[in-house]
């Protein structure tokens, strides 16, 4: 570390902006989220409720901003759409969420995409699964080693 020290400001310089570059670039590359508006939420007839204590106020900060979430409580199914900055979060039922869909139908048309493209995901994933099983199931000896017979 000591002849780092002695080196001429340029060299430091060009460490620091090495270091740094990426930061800018990786900040840049982050998708914006969509902002939906809360006053239209409120209209159509989403309820705010305010987060009160710390459990409460890290889960709104946990949850993926600028997206309505589907939850279901007590068998009843609710749409939550948080707002970190102010702890609070806007809850909505199937009527208020159909609702905002009606006014916004590209984020619909969005939801079905990501639905049908994780139903392929996991069906490739329960196809692999499946082709394991049966080699599996096919080899009596999986998993057993001379050594376990003691020979």
Do not use: C
Request: aromatic share 10%; no cysteine; hydrophobic share 40%.
């Amino acid at each position: 570390m000591t002849p780092f020290m002695h080196a001429p400001r340029r060299r430091i310089l060009a460490a620091l902006a090495t270091l740094v570059m990426p930061m800018f670039m990786a900040g840049g590359a982050v998708a914006a989220t969509p902002h939906i508006d809360d006053k239209e939420l409120t209209e159509l007839g989403f309820k705010v409720l305010v987060a009160t204590t710390e459990v409460q106020k890290n889960w709104v900060k946990g949850m993926a901003p600028g997206k309505i979430r589907a939850m279901q409580r007590n068998g009843k199914k609710f749409f939550i759409y948080p707002d970190a900055a102010r702890e609070q979060v806007f809850v909505g039922g199937p009527r208020e969420y159909a609702a905002y869909q009606e006014r916004h139908p590209t984020s619909a048309k969005d939801a079905q995409q990501a639905a049908k493209g994780t139903a392929a995901y996991r069906q490739k994933q329960d196809q692999m699964m499946k082709s394991a099983n049966a080699r599996d199931l096919s080899d009596p000896f999986l998993g057993v080693s001379w050594y376990d017979l003691g020979w």
